[in-house]
């Protein structure tokens, strides 16, 4: 039997990615501040911490296009949009979403996307009192960078 590449990837994807609370880590820079999740996927297990991306522009706001992945996270090459990656002195950092797109689109994953998206809010909501806690003691510094080309 032919084995093509969507029928290899299909036998071989594995359950997930599914979100899960760790703690959190001291933030990398200023913008880019750690969630304490990990979204995980793959076998071998592959694991990408999730970061929020604080936009110059609106530093309250959080949507799930703020929630980003550091580039030693990403194991491959996918396509996103530069305005909301980071380029940072530790390194880049990839809109969740574009990456996302990739693994259902390399059928790395196997898992509903709306099931998969479903748990992360859920996970989210409950880190939201924390979230506020953090904004009360003024744990997030707020800057303002030049912007800069983030497509190399």
């Known amino acids: 039997m032919l084995m093509t590449a ?17 703690e959190r880590q001291s933030n990398p820079n200023r913008m880019s501040q750690d969630l304490g999740v990990e979204m995980r996927w793959g076998a071998p297990g592959h694991v990408a911490r999730l970061y929020r991306n604080v936009r110059d522009h609106a530093p309250y706001t959080f949507t799930f296009d703020h929630v980003v ?19 940072t002195p530790v390194g880049m950092f990839y809109p969740l979403s574009a990456y996302m797109l990739e693994l259902y689109r390399s059928c790395q994953t196997d898992r509903n996307i709306f ?31 030049s912007k800069q080309n983030t497509s190399a």
């Open 69 to 87: 992945i550091h580039e030693e996270d990403a194991p491959e090459e996918f396509d996103y949009q530069p305005s909301v990656a980071r380029k």
């Open 6 to 22: 969507h029928n290899y990837a299909r036998r071989h994807a594995s359950c997930g990615p599914t979100f899960h609370p760790v």
């Open 115 to 145: 099931s998969a998206l479903a748990e992360l809010d859920t996970l989210r909501r409950g880190r939201r009192a924390l979230d506020k806690e953090m904004l009360q003691s003024r744990q997030i510094v707020i800057c303002k960078t």
